[in-house]
T-cell receptor
Framework: SQQGEEDPQALSIQEGENATMNCSYKTSINNLQWYRQNSGRGLVHLILIRSNEREKHSGRLRVTLDTSKKSSSLLITASRAADTASYFCATAPAGGYNKLIFGAGTRLAVHP | EAQVTQNPRYLITVTGKKLTVTCSQNMNHEYMSWYRQDPGLGLRQIYYSMNVEVTDKGDVPEGYKVSRKEKRNFPLILESPSPNQTSLYFC?????????????FGPGTRLTVT
């Protein structure tokens, strides 16, 4: 089952602009994680936000979590061409040990 | 360097010919998992292992087998591959067998079954 659903499916911006990606999910979670994937390569963990947290920052990344709306957003500020990748949210369902459910991802293209 | 390795990276095979994709991690992680990635579907979990000799099915286990005889290795076995198993496969591991931890991914194995 696909728990996380990202929106938009694709995003194209210019360098220096901010990029915002959204993720919605269906069931209660323990935490929500964001991963980046460069074309055809392995996923790299970006940030984890727990269900009792509302906002988290890591460098140019800002993640918010609204458990009442079952949604999260990932903001990348001052985008660079190197940020071009697919971004996935993954939810760890409450009570589901070691299970991560991934969405289909958002493809971000940052143009110089 | 801490990493998850997979071999082979690319594989083209024929229907019915048994194959094994190896996965190894050097971080002493308890938890390991296999995923397949198909266009528009994201990653779907095939099997996972909480520790040595402890494995369980994920969301799409049909047609696959796994084993965990050593902590560092978690091979994926396709005993009779079929074309619908053509996909990009990822192995992942995480520190403890608990749901709060980030997962570390291997580079992927692109499998084509003709």
């Amino acid at each position: 089952s696909q728990q996380g659903e990202e929106d938009p499916q694709a995003l194209s911006i210019q360098e220096g602009e901010n990029a915002t990606m959204n993720c919605s999910y269906k069931t209660s979670i323990n935490n929500l994680q964001w991963y980046r994937q460069n074309s055809g390569r392995g996923l790299v963990h970006l940030i984890l936000i727990r269900s009792n947290e509302r906002e988290k920052h890591s460098g140019r990344l800002r993640v918010t979590l609204d458990t009442s709306k079952k949604s999260s957003s990932l903001l990348i500020t001052a985008s660079r061409a190197a940020d071009t990748a697919s971004y996935f949210c993954a939810t760890a369902p409450a009570g589901g040990y070691n299970k991560l459910i991934f969405g289909a991802g958002t493809r971000l293209a940052v143009h110089p | 360097e801490a990493q998850v390795t997979q071999n082979p990276r690319y594989l083209i095979t024929v229907t019915g010919k048994k194959l094994t994709v190896t996965c190894s991690q050097n971080m002493n992680h308890e938890y390991m998992s296999w995923y397949r990635q198909d266009p528009g579907l994201g990653l779907r979990q095939i099997y996972y292992s909480m520790n040595v000799e402890v494995t369980d099915k994920g969301d799409v286990p049909e047609g696959y087998k796994v084993s965990r005889k050593e902590k560092r290795n978690f091979p994926l076995i396709l005993e009779s591959p079929s074309p619908n198993q053509t996909s990009l496969y990822f192995c992942a591991s995480s520190f403890l067998a608990g749901r709060s931890y980030e997962q570390y991914f291997g580079p992927g194995t692109r499998l084509t079954v003709t």
